[in-house]
């Protein structure tokens, strides 16, 4: 079902409006101001921790919701006014309507195992191997699958046969740590567990996956807001313009 004109105008005032009396509620309930962020769970993991931490330190009594989810999900949140703005992917065109995407950085996709792999004694690697194996992927429909399938897709390889979908970092990590599959992640995600070597990349094409900051058009941040975004900017640049 696809809302019409009309009701695409009728959307955008009702959400400002629910947007409105959020923000009051929360203002109520602290005596001051709150905003509520979205996230993709590994940005959850990954920068949120640090962007709420450094705006704490500037508005220790501000609340702060952070959402995690798909990127259709949280998107869908963002244009009822649920959230303030969302960390994630770039959308398809279709679903940008009334949205507005700065991009802040972007995140090597990987492919990871367990220390020991089968994979990790072959002589001469090739991609097309991680298909005699369990495929940990996001789950289909997902911006970050749509990359991989066409990733795969260019190096001529077949859908592997034996598929996972999950978003679930915990998952993801007990299942790799565990099993013979072979995860897709962005990099950041496991980037503990391939230091310390329990995790290990498979030497395949690199990818990029963009992150951004995605608002709505039409509304106006809160105070909040715009400052945890500014924040998001600062730490985003900090941590991805270390020396990998």
């Known amino acids: 079902m696809l809302l019409t004109r009309s009701g695409e105008v009728f959307l955008q005032h009702a959400a400002a409006s629910v947007a409105s009396l959020r923000h009051g509620r929360m203002a109520a309930a602290k ?6 962020a979205g996230a993709l769970p590994n940005v959850a993991t990954q920068l949120m921790p640090l962007v709420v931490r450094y705006f704490k330190q500037h508005a220790p009594e501000a609340m702060v919701r952070v959402v995690t989810g798909e990127n259709a999900t949280l998107l869908h949140l963002l244009r009822l006014g649920e959230l303030d703005f969302v960390v994630g992917r770039l959308a398809q065109p279709e679903h940008m309507v009334g949205l507005a995407f700065e991009h802040i950085y972007s995140e090597p996709l990987v492919f990871v195992v367990r220390a020991k792999h089968p994979l990790l004694k072959a002589r001469r690697f090739k991609a097309s191997m991680i298909g005699d194996y369990p495929c940990l992927f996001p789950q289909n429909g997902t911006v970050i699958r749509d990359e991989l399938d066409r990733s795969l897709i260019a190096e001529g390889m077949p859908r592997p046969k034996n598929i ?11 299942y790799t740590s565990s099993s013979d599959a072979v995860w897709f992640i962005p990099r950041g995600v496991a980037e503990a567990e391939l230091a310390s070597r329990t995790l290990v990349e498979l030497p395949m094409a690199g990818m990029q996956g963009p992150v951004g900051i995605t608002t709505k058009e039409a509304s106006s941040l809160s105070a909040a807001g715009s400052t945890m975004i500014g924040v998001v900017r600062e730490v985003a640049q900090a941590l991805h313009s270390r020396p990998q």
Request: cysteine-free.
């Open 31 to 36: 005596g001051g101001y709150g905003v509520a």
């Open 164 to 174: 996972v979908e999950t978003l679930s970092i915990a998952f993801g990590r007990s």
